[in-house]
């Protein structure tokens, strides 16, 4: 049998890739006043935004699914095409409790969209999120920068206000609808670039970091600029453009923070700083950045759990409460699932027995989203009452989150 550290090394091994170590990312974890991580967590791969580290679960045999039993299941219509389901299941590692938003795009006056503030690093409880948009239930979004910006670091397209952020090389598996009603689970490609210096390449829109040596791009709704945070607290061969009406206006080697976005403002780092002093103030810069057209709404996520109904996930080793966000062809639904964790009446799942979860509720393909105390589900009480929080958030109340997914009905 393996023991703890043994797991911990293989998890390592096999999720690193896929779980967001890579050099697009904030650091994942902030030492403490020493300078040192907390106790367990130098050796274990970051699967949620808060960076906590999950409880290890029993090993099982390989090959062999534990065999689930499920209780205490209620459920109620919400609006029409829109249902909400709750259930415990357990097996050989212990009770978890599961809830499930059922939703119907086909159905006249149901459908998706992307939940967030008014500027892209703000954050928020998913209640309030899903309140601006009048939605009638909804569940957190994807991995965000918990520990500085409280930006998101993937992919954000909204309906009414078009593409938000994104980053070029990282973060890029996302759920997304089409104009055609089309459902997707994928990796979506980010374009980004100056017109007039296609040498100078653009790796990361509105994001909570400049890639290092690279140039990343800022806008109104990003909000304000912010200083140093986005390039890692490197101050030097740093470098500021700002671009109004497709002309450069200002440039400098100091980056400010606090002042408010007008047009856009492109920040390099190293050789990106190098790139930008090449853009004179008056010089033409038609600044652009897009995903494809054909998107309404995107918001990323993290591993995919299903592929064509295969399980795609690797880690079953951490437990956490988890989010996930699925898609049954056979039926016509999307899947939104949160599953409790870190409290004794639910013990949270490994994205493996995630997989395995959303392939029962009969997704053929499902994506992780961001999990641990961010994972939030809402929605209308029985008889269509407020909107309330309808799991157990492991912080004990609801953590403030940068994006999440909404459901609007009429």
Known sequence: MRTRTGLALVALALVATSVGLLPDDPAPRSPDARGELAAGEEDQPRQTSDGLPGEIAEDLLPGVSPRVQTSRARSWRIAPGVRYRRFEQSDRRGRYRVHVVSVRPSVRGVRLDYASLAKVPRRGRLTRLLR????????????????????????????????????????KNAFTTSRTGGLRIGPVTMRAGIEEHPEIEVTNVNSPRV??????????????????????????????????DGRVVSRSSRLTSGEAITGSVLVGRGPGADQLAELRVGSKATVTASIPDRFTFAISGETVLLRHGRIAARDDVYLHPRTAVGIDRDSDRVLLVAVDGRQSFSRGLTLVELARLM???????????????STTVAGLGRGRKALRVLNSPSDGSQRPIPDGIAVLAR
Request: hydrophobic share 35%; no cysteine; proline share 1%.
């Open 359 to 373: 392939r029962r509720l009969g997704a053929e393909a499902a994506l992780n989203l961001d999990g641990g105390g």
């Open 132 to 171: 601006r948009d009048d939605a009638v239930a909804g569940v957190n979004g994807g991995f965000f920068d918990i520990d500085d910006t409280g930006a998101p670091l993937g992919v954000g397209r909204d309906r009414q206000r078009g593409f938000l952020h994104a980053a070029k090389y990282t973060w």
């Open 211 to 244: 890639r290092e040596g690279k140039v990343g791009l800022y806008t109104r709704d990003w909000g304000s600029t912010s200083g140093y945070s986005i390039t890692d607290g490197q101050r030097r061969r740093v470098r500021a453009v700002h671009v109004e």
